[in-house]
């Protein structure tokens, strides 16, 4: 397959990939957009609508003090020693699907792991195909990046399916142990619309489909199924890596930010 038939098939994937994120995102927009209207239709209706009796604001007020800590103790699903990173839980809207999936994609973080990647590779000469040039450094950052966004699409359209949360919270506040368990927990789970944790089912859809799926444009040295196979494996490694950059960067930026 050529250089142009190769790119031209990943466009195709990518944009199959991304469309329903994009129409998620917009979807998620009208829905906004008709709630934020109806308080001004409701301000119309006549305020002899509110003159609930002093039981029914009794009951109504008893019903939301004990509905409350119900749902925060729902969200943790393994009692208070995980109400912390879960309480307060709110599932994910389409735009903010579609933030993540550019931002994870697209973003500062990526971007720079990837001419870390690119860099080490030209050093290397992995795959040899592309030589230890400027032009092959160049083809190895451009076939990691399609894999990247190829996978993020994925992981984020299917997940969708059953509203899975492809992003990672911060566990801050609690201590090293626990901070460290929340890295490694949170690369093979994710939380579901009502906040627990469960098997993050499109992520391991998305890695090990993504990386076979671009042995169809990657140089013969570098697309068998054991190649493949150790590209998945580095992927949920990846993930845990940025799991621990995104858990503690933010505590160092603040210390250093302190010392000026």
């Known amino acids: 397959m050529t250089n142009r038939s190769s790119v031209k098939c990943w466009l195709y994937v990518a944009a199959f990939l991304t469309a329903p994120l994009l129409a998620s995102a917009q979807s998620t927009s009208t829905s906004e957009n008709q709630f934020l ?3 001004e239709i409701q301000q119309t209706e006549p305020e002899t609508q509110s003159t ?3 039981i029914d604001k009794a009951r109504t007020q008893l019903r939301m003090t004990t509905l409350v800590p119900m749902r925060e103790g729902s969200l943790s699903g393994q009692g208070t020693s995980q109400a912390a990173p879960s309480a307060g839980y709110q599932p994910i809207t389409g735009k903010e699907r579609l933030h993540w999936f550019v931002m994870s994609s697209v973003g500062p973080q990526s971007l720079g792991v990837g001419v870390l990647k690119a860099g080490m590779g030209t050093a290397g000469n992995h795959p040899p195909e592309y030589g ?3 032009d092959g450094f160049g083809k190895r950052y451009g076939i990691r990046l399609s894999g990247v966004v190829t996978s993020h699409a994925m992981e984020g359209t299917i997940g969708a ?3 899975e949360d492809p992003r990672y919270f911060r566990a801050s506040g609690r201590p090293l142990g626990g901070r460290m368990k929340q890295i ?3 690369t093979f789970a994710a939380r579901r619309p009502d906040g627990h944790l469960a098997p993050a089912y499109a992520r391991y859809i998305a890695k090990s489909g993504s990386n076979f799926l671009s042995n169809t444009w990657r140089v013969p040295s570098d697309s068998s199924v054991n190649d493949a196979l150790i590209r998945t ?3 949920f490694l990846g993930k845990m890596m940025g799991n621990a950059f995104q858990e503690f960067w933010p ?4 210390r250093l930010h302190r010392k000026r």
């Open 52 to 54: 609930e009796s002093g």
């Open 132 to 134: 230890t040039h400027w």
């Open 37 to 39: 209207a109806q308080p």
């Open 184 to 186: 490694v927990v949170m």
């Open 251 to 254: 505590d160092v930026a603040h």
């Open 233 to 235: 494996a580095m992927g």
């Open 161 to 163: 399916l059953w509203g």
